[in-house]
């Protein structure tokens, strides 16, 4: 056998390892994104039972909570306290559901639990107290998830009054966002 033969069969040998290497390594990294988005999904479930652990602890969470969710109350109908408090609470809220925003953004959230959850986010953001928070806290999230939010703020608003049999809708501007 020449040295020419040798080369050529270590030359394929060697190209058969790089693709080895290549196939193993694409295995690893799709294993990598699976337990990825596991665990951004275990850790959104952790936040969201810690938030509604720590509100049924707190008799004064669970009644303001309970005021501007169940009974869909105006936040201006609570004590200054009682503002504060749910103020910090809705706003935590808030920037837990921004993160989830950014999660899905960069392929850890699947999109069907997002879609889910902005259209969850916006109906929430309806109610009167979650409203007045929203439209203060909104510029300090980012453009996307705030778009993201008015789009399904303005398709529930329009499909209300759709079936309210309201011919008044709900002034957009070009991005879809509801005017403050």
């Known amino acids: 056998m020449s040295w020419d033969a040798l080369a050529a069969i270590a030359e394929t040998i060697g190209a058969a390892a790089v693709v080895f290497s290549m196939l193993v390594l694409a295995h690893q ?87 889910h959850r902005v259209d969850s986010i916006g109906a929430m953001t309806l109610k009167p107290a979650y409203d007045t928070i929203w439209r203060d806290v909104r510029p300090i999230f980012i453009a996307g998830f705030v778009d993201e939010v008015e789009r399904v703020r303005a398709s529930l608003l329009a499909a209300s009054s759709v079936g309210s049999g309201r011919s008044d809708s709900v002034e957009t501007d070009s991005a879809g966002r509801t005017p403050a």
């Open 29 to 115: 990294i799709r294993e990598s994104n699976r337990i990825s988005k596991a665990e951004a999904i275990r850790a959104r479930g952790e936040r969201m039972v810690d938030v509604w652990w720590r509100t049924a602890e707190s008799d004064r969470l669970s009644a303001l909570v309970h005021h501007a969710f169940f009974e869909e109350r105006p936040l201006e109908e609570l004590s200054p306290s009682d503002q504060s408090a749910f103020h910090s609470l809705a706003r935590s809220l808030m920037m837990m559901w921004e993160s989830e925003y950014l999660e899905n953004r960069h392929g850890a959230l699947d999109d069907e639990v997002w879609d």
